[in-house]
C-alpha cells in the first residue's frame, strides 16, 4: 500500500470514526470507559505476572535474595510462599477484571446493534415508498442483522481488546526495555515488517466484507422471495431448482465469507512468523550475553516470557485490526443507508385540515416514476378530477393505464411531478403529512394483516378502541358473525400475513379498520374484485355503508360494481380519455361501452382490458 492511499483512507476514517463516536458510543461513554479500564487492567496485569519469572527463578532456584517488580525486596527464605502469593494476588484481580470487562462489552456491543438496528428501521419505514420499491425487502433485512452485527464486533469487543492487548503489548515492550534496552531495539526492528502485514490483511478484509456484505444481502432477498413465492415454486416443481440457485448465492457468500475468515486468521500466523524470527534473534543475542556473564538464568527466562507474551497479544491485534476493518466497512453502508433523504418533504409551515368532510381533487397533474425524462412519456399527463363528500367517484380503463398511481399520490406515498393534489382546497404538499394521511382510508385488493389477533388488526393505529367500537366496526363490515365463529373469536390470531383468514374474511376485516377509522376521503382499489359472488355481495354491501357521506375514489375492473358511480372516469396510457356515469358512457360508444360489451358477454374481465 503506498503512503498517500494510506493517508487518503486516513482522512476518510476520521469523520466516519467521529460520527460512530457521536451517534453510537457516546451516549455509553461511561460504560465504555469502564470497559477499557478493566481491559487495561487485565492487560497491564497480565504483562506484570510475566515480571514474577525473574524473583521466581532467581529466588526458588537459586536461592538468591530478589525484589518483585524492582520493589519488594523477598528474602530467599519467604520466596517459596511471598511469590506465589503475589501471583494469586494478580489472578484475583485479573479475574475481576476480565469478569466485569465481559459483562461491560456484552452490555454495550448488544446495546450499540440495537441503537443501529432501531434507527436503521426507523429509516427504512420512514423512506420515500419510490426508494422501497427499489430494494427488495431482503436487503434491508439483511443490513438490520448481518451490518449492524460487524459494527457491534469492531466497536465494542474490537475497542476494548485493542486496549487490553495493546496495553499489554505497551507493558510488556516498557519492561523489556526496563530489564535490557539492546535486546528491546532488536525487538523493534520487527515492527515495520508487522505493520505491513497488518495492512495487507486490513485490506483483503475490506474487500471481503463488502463481497460479504452484498451476498448476505442476496442471499436473504432469495429467501424471502422464495417464501414468498412458496406456491408458485411447489406448483411448478421448482424447488430443487431454487435450492440450487440459493446454494449458489450461498456458494459465492462462503467465498467472501472465507476470504474474511482468511484474512483474519491468516494476519496472525503471518505477523507470528515475524514475532519468532524475532524471538531467534534476541535468543542469540540473550544467549550470547548470558554465557558473557551479563544476564542471569532468571532474567532471561523473563525476557524471553515477556516476549512470548508480546507475540501473543500482537497477534490479537492483528486480529482485531481486521475485525476493525469489517466494522468500518460495515458502519460506511449503514451511514450510506441511513443519509438517503426522503423525496417527500415535509411543509416547513404546514396548514391545518379543516374538521369535517372534505372534497379532494387533482387539477392538471402529471408524473412520472423516477421524475421527467426527455423522450419518455410520463405514466400520468394531465389528469384533473373531483371527489365531493359523499360522492364515488370510479377509475377504469385497460391495465397498466395509471389508475392505481393516481391512488398511490392522494396519500402522498409519490409527489406529483406537475400540477397539484388538493384537499380541502389545500395543496397536500402543504398539510403535514400524518395529517393527511389521517383523513384517508385506503382498502386495498389484497388487504394486510398482521400476525396478531382480529382486534389488534381492526384496531390497528387507533390507541383506547373498546370492544363495543370494534364490534360495532366489525358489524359494519359484516365481519362479526365469521369473527364470533372463529375458536377465539376475537382474539384469534390472523396468522402470517392474515393467511389464516380467507380473501373474503381479511377484507372485511380491512373494511372495518376503515369503519374504525372513520375518514373523510375512501380510496377503494379494486377492493372486491379477488372475491367469489357471496363474499363480493358480503364485502359490497359493507363497503357501501363506508361510502356514505365520504369522498370515495374507487379503481374497478368489473364495472358492475361501478355503475352506480357519480362519475366514471376511463384512463388509457395515463389520460383521462372519457368521463360520465356508466349509462352516458355507455351511450357515447367509447372505450368504455366497449369494455361494457365485453364484460357482458363473459362475465369475466378480459385480458385485453384488465388485469
Ligand atoms: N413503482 C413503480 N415504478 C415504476 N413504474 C411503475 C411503478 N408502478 C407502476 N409503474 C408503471 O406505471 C404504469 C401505471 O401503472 P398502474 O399500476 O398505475 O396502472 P393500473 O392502471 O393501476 O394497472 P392495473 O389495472 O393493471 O392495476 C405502468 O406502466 C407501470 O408499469
Partial sequence: MTTPAVTDEDERLRPLLARIWRDYLSRHKTALFASILCAGIVGVVAATVLQLLEPAINGLFLGTPVKIWGLFPIPPS???????????GMAVIWTVAALGQAALVNRLGHGIVGDIQIRLFGAMIRADLARLRSQHSGAFVSSVLFDANLVREAFTNGVVNYTQHGLTLIAVIAFMAWSDW???????LGVPAITYVLRRFSKRTRKATTGAMLETENLSTALMENLDGVRLIKIENREAAEEARVGEVVGRRQRHVIKSADSRAFAGPFSNFFAMVIVAAVMAYAGWRAREGHMSVGEFAAFIGLLMS?????????????????????????????????????????QAIPEGPLTVALNGISFAYGGLQ???APTLSDVSLTVAPGETVALVGPSGGGKSTILSLLPRFYDVTAGAVTLGGIDIRDLATPDLRDRIALVTQEPFLFDDTIAANITYGRESVTQDEIEAAARAAAAHDFITALPQGYQTRAGEAGMRLSGGQRQRVAIARAFLKNAPILLLDEATSALDTESEALVQAALERLMQGRATLMIAHRLSTVMNADRIH????????????????????????????QQSLDGTPSVETVA
Fill in 78 to 88: 519467604e520466596a517459596l510462599w511471598a511469590i506465589p502469593a503475589f501471583i494469586v
Fill in 182 to 188: 539492546q535486546l528491546t531495539l532488536i525487538v523493534l
Fill in 310 to 350: 508480546a507475540g501473543q497479544s500482537l497477534r490479537q491485534v492483528t486480529n482485531l485490526q481486521t475485525v476493525m476493518a469489517e466494522g468500518l466497512t460495515a458502519a460506511r453502508r449503514l451511514f450510506a443507508a441511513l443519509d438517503i433523504q426522503p423525496e417527500i418533504r415535509e411543509a416547513a409551515e404546514p
Fill in 374 to 376: 426527455d423522450g419518455v
Fill in 570 to 597: 376511463v384512463l388509457e396510457a395515463g389520460r383521462i380519455v372519457e368521463t360520465g356515469t356508466h349509462k352516458q358512457l355507455v351511450k357515447k360508444g367509447g372505450l368504455y361501452a366497449r369494455l361494457a360489451r
